[in-house]
């Protein structure tokens, strides 16, 4: 009897001790991901592979990878690897931005994912002067200092950069990947991105404060690099097309170019056809309405809406300003000229190179060309008057757009503004009349938009 106690009492000690025992505890490993965080990718872009360690693997759980930034795309997973494509970085600011890692019921892991600026892939077209206008012949990325035309005077404290609209100069509407696509600002500088098949037109960017205003525009030219053309009788050197026009040939619309109220630096678009008066087509879907100089006759205004037509409807000699200016555009290069770097609006009256050009006369007659509407002025040209040796020197006359009635008007005229300003609120230019009549030294109101043909400073 006392035996079977013993061993009784012996049993109950070892069931004790094995009921103590972590044997008996069932103790649940929650899986765990660590990864090494990557230093900052190159602003080229391309592919990366990051490896990650998951503890306490589950049996048929698969490691999940996601990301809410745009410009981190194709994310694969492959076990505990994830692959992953960078965009390349336009902007001259550096990104950030994440990978979220997901494993069943680990704790969730953000990996920072970071990208070097693009600031040093941009080449600088502002080295030969800044201006309101600069051309690109080229596809790339371009950067130019944020100052006020022809000056090194800063525009403000900028905060975006917007393209305000893309044309060219045609019927047809450039698409999203069309000359422009992106734009950016840092510090005291814009930076914009063409598309990368180059194509010839005109884009409007602006600079914006923190409230979404205006500061400056910009006027981006895209066209094949413009030929200088020395004028008759010592009188200058003048572009071969007008200003925004990507094409020199006789009859082609795009020959064209941009229209310009007297003394604004920002364009409006002039004719998609050489027959009729019909605005070529752009970005901007609608036009804002047009004003009086009441509202919008002063150069804060204009300055702060570009793309606005200032509609004066008072008379034929109408000014767009509330208080006549004739300062605007000058002789000596003003910050609202619309040339690009080293050329001007020309001189007009009679001491402008049209004057001079064709020997000291206000007016000739020449029968305009009626299949493509204008005059080669050049020595190919069918006229005897000729403005320089050059073969082709062509002016076309495809309308103007009215001050007094906010409208592209009389096919078969044209006018090209000079920077003289004459009394009152009228300014000289270069006038076809009547399809047969050109007037050298003319004066309109500064309201019409019309033309402008730079000459080398």
């Known amino acids: 009897m006392k035996k079977l106690l013993f061993y009784a009492i012996a049993l109950l000690s ?42 306490n693997a589950l049996e048929g759980m698969a490691l999940e990878a996601s990301s809410k930034d745009e410009w981190i795309t194709n994310i694969v997973v492959d076990g505990a690897n994830v692959s992953f494509n960078l965009t390349m970085n336009n902007s001259p600011k550096e990104r950030n931005g994440s990978i979220i890692l997901k494993y069943q019921d680990a704790e969730e892991v953000r990996i920072n994912v970071k990208q070097e600026s693009g ?42 950069m917007e393209i305000l609209w893309k044309s060219f100069g045609t019927d047809v509407v450039p698409e999203s990947g069309d000359l422009i696509t992106e734009v950016y600002c840092k510090g005291d500088l814009a930076y914009f991105v063409t598309g990368t098949e180059f194509k010839k037109g005109n884009a409007l960017i602006a600079a914006k404060d923190k409230d979404g205003k205006i500061l400056w525009s910009w006027h981006i030219w ?162 005897t008057i000729k403005l320089t040796e050059e073969e082709n020197c062509w002016y076309p006359a495809c309308g103007i757009h009215s001050g007094t009635q906010d409208k592209l008007m009389a096919n078969g005229f044209n006018g090209s503004w000079s920077n003289t300003a004459s009394l009152g609120t009228v300014s000289y230019c270069l006038q076809f009349s009547n399809k047969n009549k050109i007037y050298t030294d003319q004066k309109i109101g500064r309201s019409d938009a019309l033309s402008v043909r730079c000459q080398k400073e």
């Open 222 to 383: 895209m066209t094949d690099k413009p030929e200088d053309q020395v004028y008759k009788n010592n009188a200058g050197t003048m572009m071969d097309r007008n200003l925004g026009a990507t094409s020199v040939t006789p009859g082609e619309v795009e020959a064209i170019g941009l229209l310009y109220q007297w003394g604004r630096k920002d364009p409006f678009l002039g004719s998609s056809s050489i027959k009729e008066c019909i605005m070529a087509k752009s970005t901007l879907d609608q036009w804002p309405s047009s004003v009086n100089p009441a509202t919008g006759g002063i150069i804060e205004y204009v300055i702060a809406n570009p793309t606005t037509f200032v509609k004066n409807e008072t008379s034929s000699t109408s000014d767009w300003l509330s208080s006549a200016d004739g300062n605007l555009w000058k002789k000596e290069k003003t910050i609202y000229d619309p040339c690009p770097p080293g050329y001007r609006v020309p001189d007009g009256g009679t001491d402008g190179i049209w004057y001079k050009a064709l020997g000291g006369t206000n007016l000739f007659y020449y029968t305009f060309d009626s299949k493509t509407i204008g005059a080669n002025f050049g020595s190919s040209g069918s006229g």
């Open 14 to 55: 070892v069931a004790t001790v094995f009921s103590g025992c972590k044997k008996d505890e069932v103790v649940d490993l929650v899986p765990s991901i660590s990864v090494t965080q990557p230093e900052v990718y190159p602003s080229e872009g391309g592919t990366y592979t990051l490896s990650c360690n998951i503890e």
């Open 119 to 160: 600031e040093n892939s941009y080449t600088a077209i502002s080295e030969s002067g800044t201006a309101n206008c600069y051309i690109v012949s080229t596809t790339g990325k371009f950067t130019f200092p944020m100052v006020k035309g022809n000056s090194t005077e800063s525009v403000g404290e900028v905060s975006s």
